[in-house]
């Protein structure tokens, strides 16, 4: 799916009347299958422009469209159907505690039914093989079948993501995906990601603030702060200047407990991090 915004300004609804927007007067373009990191100190408005892209907040200035349809300027119904085409993980995903772990991966499949549809796949899981193939890929198969509320905070998050392997939409829009995951879950998660979409031509959009696994994993960085876009470039193209600037006042965000030297190796390399792929 490709994604236009223009000259967007967008607040929360909930945000004080004084506020201000917490996008700015942002233009992005992203084509179809293109795999895009948003970068970024906290607040800096990557989860609002999600919102943005998933046509969950309404700009109050500025044209988005996606697949070149004004999501906006559509009947109820038809911005029911656009929004079918397109899956959000949230960082925290929204499992009812007592639900099965299939029936969770499964309700992947929901934005893209009618009521009808969903209310019978809740009750009555169908693609078990689809569930175990998407939770493979995040070595949780064992799992299927097991309530989410007897679930770790890392395993909840891959259940989650397991979601969009089961998923017909052909946009991802994913909010910190690692945030409950070590580093080798959160590498195999990132290679899980990256590579089904590219496969699929799906256009995968994701919030990282783990800056070394968005600049192992995506080929473009948009890099955000204070509500505006302030690099968006080729990967290879993305300097430690750029990332320190981006993250200037905020370097504890950038560094977390890892050694600077580390790090800015780190952002030197151009090479993507080998993936262990089985990691048990
Ligand atoms: N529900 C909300 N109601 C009102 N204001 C909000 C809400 N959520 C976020 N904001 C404000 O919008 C701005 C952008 O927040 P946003 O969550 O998009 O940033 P972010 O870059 O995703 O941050 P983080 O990395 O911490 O998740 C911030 O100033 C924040 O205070």
């Known amino acids: 799916m490709k994604l236009q915004i223009q000259g967007i300004d967008a607040c929360h609804p909930s945000a004080a009347p004084d506020s201000a927007p917490a996008i700015k007067k942002m233009s992005l373009h992203i084509d179809s299958g293109e795999q895009v990191a948003l970068i970024g100190p906290s607040g800096a408005g990557k989860t609002t422009l999600l919102q943005v892209l998933s046509c969950t907040i309404k700009p109050q200035h500025g044209s988005i ?12 119904r038809k911005l029911q159907k656009l929004r079918g085409q397109l899956i959000v993980a949230p960082q925290v995903p929204p499992l009812p505690p007592r639900q099965r772990v299939i029936t969770s991966v499964l309700a992947g499949r929901l ?20 569930a175990h193939s998407a939770l493979s890929k995040l070595d949780l198969p064992e799992k299927i079948f097991e309530r989410v509320d007897r679930l770790s ?17 052909k946009l ?34 994701c919030t ?7 600049l192992a994993f995506f ?8 509500g505006e876009i302030e690099f968006d470039l080729p990967t290879e193209q993305v300097t430690p200047a750029m990332l320190k600037s981006l993250y200037s006042q905020y370097e504890h965000e950038l560094l977390g407990n890892q050694d600077r030297e580390l790090i800015e190796k780190q952002f030197e390399r151009a090479a993507p991090i080998v993936v262990v792929n089985n990691c048990r």
């Open 153 to 169: 905070g890392g395993e909840r998050q891959r259940v989650g993501l397991a979601r969009l392997f089961v998923s017909p939409a």
């Open 208 to 214: 990282l603030h783990q800056v070394d696994m968005a």
């Open 172 to 205: 991802w829009l994913v909010d910190e995906p690692l945030s409950a995951l070590d580093p080798t879950r959160a590498r195999q998660a990132m290679s899980a990601l990256t590579e089904t979409a590219q496969s699929n031509g799906i256009t995968l959009v």
């Open 65 to 76: 469209s996606l697949n070149d349809q004004k999501p906006w300027a559509l009947s109820k």
């Open 111 to 130: 934005p893209a039914m009618n009521l009808m549809q969903s209310i019978k796949s809740l009750f009555y899981p169908v693609d078990i093989p689809a």
């Open 219 to 226: 080929t473009r960085i948009v890099g955000l702060r204070h």
